[in-house]
């Protein structure tokens, strides 16, 4: 177990809000990622840390790619529920929100997002509990005015919490 002092000074560190997305044929599903980062300018790559029990992941290792929509400053909690806290094994969470289906077939969000990625998986790092996939960004996408969410508007405004299977859960 760290120190109060480390798990404070990890608290420092800056991320966003994401939701990454896959597929598995037709049927889709994504999670709320803050550990979420572009590695490399050139050709632009991008990172995303997924735990190996999520259904994301499966999809992700099936289909060898995901999306990447930023999530919005506005974007209500019950959407941030949706998406970080409910699993696509026991919810539809494509059902009622507005997406849009990349070229390899995975979505879009559509809803409370500013912009979007498709990514092309190029290597999947084994980090323990979470796999760090790495790949290409085949595109991006502006979808909506406004501003992204940051892991500080998120945690200091909304109060909100982090689950287990984050990369930053912080026991309390
Ligand atoms: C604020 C927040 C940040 C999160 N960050 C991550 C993350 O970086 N990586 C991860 O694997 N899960 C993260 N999660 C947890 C997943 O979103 C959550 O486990 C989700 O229910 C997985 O859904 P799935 O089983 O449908 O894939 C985060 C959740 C919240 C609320």
């Given amino acids: 177990?760290?120190?109060?002092?480390?798990?404070?000074?990890?608290?420092?560190?800056?991320?966003?809000?994401?939701?990454?997305?896959?597929?598995?044929?037709?049927?889709?599903?994504?999670?709320?990622?803050?550990?979420?980062?572009?590695?490399?300018?050139?050709?632009?790559?991008?990172?995303?840390a997924v735990n190996k029990q999520n259904l994301t992941h499966e999809y992700i290792t099936k289909s060898g790619c995901f999306t990447i929509s930023t999530l919005a400053q506005d974007a209500p909690m019950t959407f941030i529920g949706l998406f970080g806290f409910k699993s696509g094994r026991t919810v539809n969470k494509f059902e009622k929100v507005k997406y849009r289906l990349c070229g390899c077939g995975a979505p879009l969000v559509l809803d409370h997002t500013v912009s979007a990625f498709e990514i092309k998986v190029s290597q999947a790092v084994d980090m323990g509990s979470h796999t760090l996939f790495i790949g290409d960004v085949v595109c991006g996408h502006v979808l909506n005015p406004g501003k992204p969410m940051t892991y500080e508007y998120y945690h200091s405004v909304l109060k909100g919490k982090t689950p287990k299977n984050a990369t930053t859960f912080k026991p309390s």
């Fill in 1 to 48: 177990m760290l120190d109060q002092q480390t798990l404070t000074a990890l608290f420092d560190v800056s991320y966003g809000l994401y939701i990454v997305s896959s597929h598995d044929g037709e049927k889709l599903n994504g999670q709320l990622t803050n550990t979420v980062f572009q590695v490399t300018a050139e050709p632009p790559r991008m990172a995303a």
